[in-house]
C-alpha cells in the first residue's frame, strides 16, 4: 500500500495467504530537461447509528464538523458494491498497506496523482515549475480546492501535513522513502527539527520544494499517501479519533465505518477534478466467498479462486463472459534477513533458492493464476529484461553450495522459522511445498510461524524477522521504487538488512542519472546482483482475476493502487 511496505492478504481462495508487502500507489515520470532547462506543466441508504472506529472508540454520529448532507450528490447516482476488509489505518502519512491506500486514495489527494493509464497529473496543484539546475519545484494550487468540510485548501494546508508527514512525534514508516529527498526531512525525522527547510510557502496558493539532487522520480512520490493533504484543524481538535470521518480532499468521503461490517463511501459533488458518477460506494466486510456472493447479487465485483478458476476460463460457462484478468506490478518473495543466522552466509541464502521448483507449484497449486518471476522488475515496468535471471531448480547446486557455506552441512545450522500472517495450524500451501522441498534436498527443517498482520507489521519494521512471506506492490513504475527502496543499505524500507557497496554505489548513480536509457541500464546491473546476493528468493508476479457485473461500466484491477472509483459507473 508500501515507498513503504506493508503486508496484506492477496483474497483469491485458496490464495487467500499469500502475503504482499505493498508500495502505494504508482506512476512514473523520467524526466528530461526542456530546451531552457525548465518544465512548467499546466493543467447512503444505510442508516446511522453507533459505529466501532479502529482505535476502539464509539462513534455517536458526530462528524467533527464534516458536512455530511446528501444533497451534493444529486449528480451521481447508483451503489457499487464490493467486498473488502478494514483497513489499518485511515491516517495517510501512516499508512504503507495497500488496504488501507484502497480506501486513502479516494478521501485523500496531493498535488499530484495517478491515471487510469498510469501517467502522473495535476490534482491539487493546477501547475508546477521546475528550476534549470533540477533541485526546485515550485507548485500553484487550484482555487477550487476544497476539504469535505468547506474549507479552502492553501498551501500552508501542504506545508504542515508534510511537516506533520516527517515529524519525530508521528514516527511515519513511510515518510523518509517518500519525502526524504527533500532537504530538511531528515532532520526533522531524527533530530525534531521545527519545520522542514527546504519547503517554503510563497503565498496561499504557491508552495516551493527544494530537493537534495536533480532526481527525475521525484515528482512520482508525491503521489503517494505520505504526501497527501490532511485538515490540521480537525487533527489539533479531535488528535485521537479524526480518523473516524477524515476531513479529506479526495472525490469521496468516509460517511460510515463499521468495524468487521461495512464502510461507505459517499461521493464528493464538489470534487475540483469532477463529481464521481457513483453516489455511494459500499464495501461489505463480512466474509465468504466473494463468488458466491457475487453469483447472489450482492456484490458487483469478485475475486476467483483457484477452485473456480476453470469455470472462469470457460467462455461458455454462465462467469466466463463476466471474466477478466489484470496484470499487477507486484511480486511475492521469501525474504532472508541477511544479518541473521544462517542467512547471514550468502550461500545458504542461494542453496534454498535453487532447492525449490516455483515453476512446478505455480502450475501445480496455483493452476497458472500466478507467473513464477523471473526476476525482482516486473514485466511491463520501466527496465524489465526478458529472460529468466532467478535461481533454476537445481538441488545438486543447491547441495553444492550448503556444503560450501561456513555452515557445511544441514545438521550445523541453526533453527530457521519462516514467518508468514495467519493463525492456522499449517502454513500457507506454497509454503508448505517449499518446506518440504528443503527437507528433501537439502536435510534443511524449517518451522512455520504464523501471527497476525500488526505482529508482522512490528517485526518488520524492526528488521527482526528471520525468513518471512512478503511482497512488493510498486507505487509508481519505475525501478527506483523496490530496487533503491528496498535494497539500498540505508534505505528505511530495507527489512532484510541487505548491504552491498557495489549495488548501493549504482543506485546512487542511478538516482541523479538524466538520461533515461542510461537509468535502466544500472537499474539492470543492480537488479542483476541483487538477485546473485539472494536476499530475496522471487517467487511470482502476480495477476488479478476477477468477474464484473455486466451493469458496472470500466472497472479495472489497476497495477497499483490509484484512485479509480470516479472513473467507473453503475448502470442502474
Do not use: C
Not at 506493508?6 to 502505494?24: K, P, T
Not at 451534493?72 to 491506500?101: F, I, K, N, Q
Not at 494550487?141 to 492553501?154: C, N, P, S
Not at 561456513?406 to 518446506?435: C, H, M, W
Amino acid at each position: 500500500m508500501s515507498g513503504q511496505n506493508r503486508v496484506i492478504v492477496l483474497m483469491l481462495g485458496v490464495l487467500a495467504a499469500l502475503v504482499i508487502v505493498v508500495g502505494g500507489l504508482s506512476a512514473v515520470l523520467l524526466l528530461g530537461g526542456g530546451e531552457d532547462g525548465a518544465t512548467t506543466t499546466s493543467t447512503s441508504d444505510e442508516g446511522g447509528g453507533i459505529s466501532r472506529t479502529a482505535d476502539g472508540d464509539d462513534d455517536d454520529g458526530e462528524t467533527a464538523g464534516l458536512d455530511t448532507g446528501s444533497g451534493d450528490t444529486e449528480d451521481a447516482s447508483g451503489r457499487l458494491r464490493l467486498a473488502g476488509s478494514d483497513p489499518v489505518t485511515m491516517d495517510p502519512h501512516l499508512a504503507g498497506d495497500s488496504g488501507s491506500a484502497e480506501f486513502i486514495v479516494e478521501i485523500f489527494s496531493g498535488l499530484l496523482t495517478i491515471t487510469p493509464d498510469l501517467n502522473i497529473e495535476l490534482d491539487l496543484a493546477e501547475s508546477f515549475e521546475v528550476s534549470d539546475d533540477g533541485l526546485v519545484y515550485t507548485f500553484t494550487l487550484r482555487d477550487d480546492i476544497f476539504f469535505h468540510q468547506g474549507r479552502r485548501v492553501t498551501a500552508e494546508d501542504v506545508r504542515w501535513s508534510l511537516e506533520r508527514a516527517a515529524s519525530r512525534e508521528l514516527a511515519s514508516p513511510t515518510a523518509l522513502g517518500y519525502l526524504g529527498d527533500i532537504i530538511g526531512v531528515r532532520e526533522r525525522f531524527y533530530e525534531g527539527a521545527e519545520g522542514i527547510s527546504g519547503i517554503e510557502v510563497i503565498d496561499d496558493r504557491t508552495i516551493q520544494f527544494t530537493i537534495d539532487a536533480p532526481k527525475p522520480y521525484f515528482l512520482a512520490k508525491l503521489t503517494y499517501p505520505t504526501a497527501f493533504i490532511v485538515d490540521r484543524q480537525q487533527i489539533e481538535a479531535n488528535p485521537r479519533g479524526w480518523t473516524r470521518r477524515p476531513n479529506g480532499t479526495g472525490p469521496y468521503r468516509l460517511q460510515e465505518w463499521r468495524l468487521g461490517q461495512r464502510i461507505v463511501l459517499q461521493a464528493n459533488a464538489r470534487y475540483h477534478l469532477g463529481a464521481p458518477s457513483i453516489r455511494e460506494v459500499l464495501y461489505e466486510l463480512s466474509g465468504g466467498s466473494t463468488l458466491t456472493r457475487f453469483e447472489n447479487g450482492e456484490l458487483d465485483i469478485a475475486f476467483i479462486s483457484v477452485n473456480d478458476i476453470d469455470r472462469a476460463r470457460d467462455p461458455e460457462s454462465d462467469i466466463g463472459p463476466l471474466y477478466q484478468v489484470f496484470p499487477q506490478f507486484t511480486i511475492s518473495y521469501l525474504a532472508l534477513n541477511t544479518n541473521v543466522p544462517p542467512f547471514d552466509d550468502v550461500n545458504v541464502r542461494r542453496a534454498l533458492g535453487f532447492s525449490i521448483d516455483r515453476t512446478l507449484i505455480a502450475e501445480v497449486t496455483f493452476n497458472n493464476m500466478l507467473a513464477p518471476a523471473t526476476g525482482i522488475l516486473m514485466p511491463q515496468l520501466p527496465g524489465y529484461t526478458p529472460g529468466d535471471k532467478t535461481f533454476q531448480f537445481d538441488p545438486d547446486e543447491a547441495r553444492r553450495l550448503l556444503a560450501a557455506s561456513k555452515y557445511g552441512s544441514a545438521e550445523n545450522l541453526p533453527e530457521i522459522v519462516l514467518t508468514e500472517v495467519g493463525g492456522g495450524a499449517e502454513g500457507r500451501i506454497d509454503t508448505q511445498a517449499f518446506i518440504q522441498q528443503w527437507r528433501e534436498e537439502l536435510g534443511i527443517e524449517v518451522r512455520i510461524e504464523q501471527t497476525d498482520f500488526a505482529t508482522i507489521l512490528a517485526r518488520q519494521d524492526e528488521g527482526s524477522l528471520q525468513m518471512f512471506n512478503a511482497g512488493w506492490i510498486m507505487d509508481y513504475p519505475d525501478p527506483e521504487d523496490i530496487l533503491d527502496l528496498k535494497f539500498h543499505s540505508g534505505s528505511a524500507l530495507n527489512d532484510v538488512n541487505y548491504s552491498n557497496t557495489e549495488v548501493d554505489a549504482i543506485l546512487e548513480e542511478a538516482r541523479v542519472e538524466q538520461d533515461a536509457g542510461r537509468r535502466l541500464e544500472l537499474y539492470q546491473e543492480a537488479e542483476r546482483l541483487i538477485i546473485e546476493d539472494a536476499a530475496w528468493l522471487p517467487l511470482y508476479f502476480s495477476q488479478a482475476h476477477v468477474v464484473i457485473n455486466a451493469d458496472i461500466e470500466g472497472w479495472f484491477e489497476p497495477p497499483m493502487v490509484i484512485p479509480r472509483l470516479r472513473f467507473v459507473k453503475v448502470n442502474r
